[in-house]
């Protein structure tokens, strides 16, 4: 009769089974051999935890920005001032606003960021511009059709005055000839 031995052995993580053929002996020379089965066991094996590389490392921090706010520009009419010219009365400044986020960050890579709070740390100043709109060349109402300014002294252009001013003509007469252009009395001055 043959008896079967089953040998399973744990080596190195993997499970080895095997057998071996025994020789029995007639049961009358001998007591019957039981079936032996031999079981070595190892130490179980280390399966590397994922569970550590699955769990995210969540970090949650505070960043505080600034930025900058433009200043606006504000025109107003200055008659002090000639046509066409422009003074700065104010000079404009930029305000700057600070903004506080918080930033969630997984594995060390942003993955969120919401504004926790706005605040204006410093306030624009805005810029004022006068802008002139006084006629810088004043005309005597007393002519037409040309300007006549007004000045200490005008005479006709390409005449024998000396100003200090001067007009081209011929302009009309049509209040006093207070600076004596019309020299021949026809209520048209520098005319000839």
Known sequence: MRRVI????????????GACGLQ???SSAAAPTPT???TATAAPSVVPST???????????????????????????????????TKV???????VKTLTYEVTLTNGVQTDKRL???VVTSAPVTRVLAVGTRNTRQCDPNYSGGCV????????????????AYVRGPVRVVGTDIYDLDRDGDGIACDS
């Open 6 to 17: 089953t040998v399973v052995l744990v080596v190195g993580g993997m499970l080895a089974l």
């Open 24 to 26: 029995s002996v007639p």
């Open 36 to 38: 032996a089965t031999a």
């Open 51 to 85: 569970a550590a590389e699955a769990t995210p490392v969540v970090k949650k921090r505070t960043v505080t920005e600034t930025r900058v706010i433009p200043f606006k520009t504000r025109k107003v009419n200055d008659p002090a001032l000639a046509k066409g010219t």
């Open 89 to 95: 009365r104010t000079r404009g400044r930029t305000g």
């Open 116 to 118: 926790v709070r706005g």
């Open 149 to 164: 300014p007004i000045a200490s002294d005008v005479d006709c252009a390409g005449g024998s005055g000396n100003g200090p």
